[in-house]
């Protein structure tokens, strides 16, 4: 009933810039957050930025100053801007929408099919 799509991961250049996409998309009654994780070979998943319906936004360490999330909400939509890419920002990003259920004010978190970020040294 509900999907997220992403879009815009790639290789690129130490330095070099990269903006992702996640729509999310069918019985949409509410967006409570939406956020950005990742994961490289190895590690755990890890909280890259998120944002709250109120516009609150929330980064990791590692990539504040680097990275701006950002949403469109009339088009369920969320970016995220990176720059600066360093070869330890490589991983597989995954996006995340915190939806609310319509009657029960329940939210379920629903995720994208993740896309790769690979930053050559």
């Known amino acids: 009933q509900v999907q997220l799509v992403e879009s815009g991961g790639g290789l690129v250049q130490a330095g070099g810039s990269l903006r992702l996409s996640c729509a999310a998309s069918?019985?949409?009654?509410?967006?409570?957050?939406q956020g950005w994780y990742r994961q490289a070979p190895g590690k755990q998943r890890e909280l890259v930025a998120t944002?709250?319906?109120?516009?609150?936004?929330n980064y990791a360490d590692s990539v504040k100053g680097r990275f701006t999330i950002s949403r469109d909400n009339a088009q369920n939509t969320v970016y995220l801007q990176m720059n600066s890419l360093k070869p330890e920002d490589t991983a597989v990003y995954y996006c995340?929408?915190?939806?609310?259920?319509?009657?029960?004010?329940?939210?379920?978190?629903?995720w994208g099919q993740g896309t790769q970020v690979t930053v050559s040294s």
């Open positions: 995340n929408a915190r939806i609310r259920q319509r009657y029960s004010g329940t939210s379920y978190d629903y």
């Open positions: 069918g019985r949409i009654f509410s967006i409570a957050a």
């Open positions: 944002i709250t319906s109120g516009g609150s936004t």
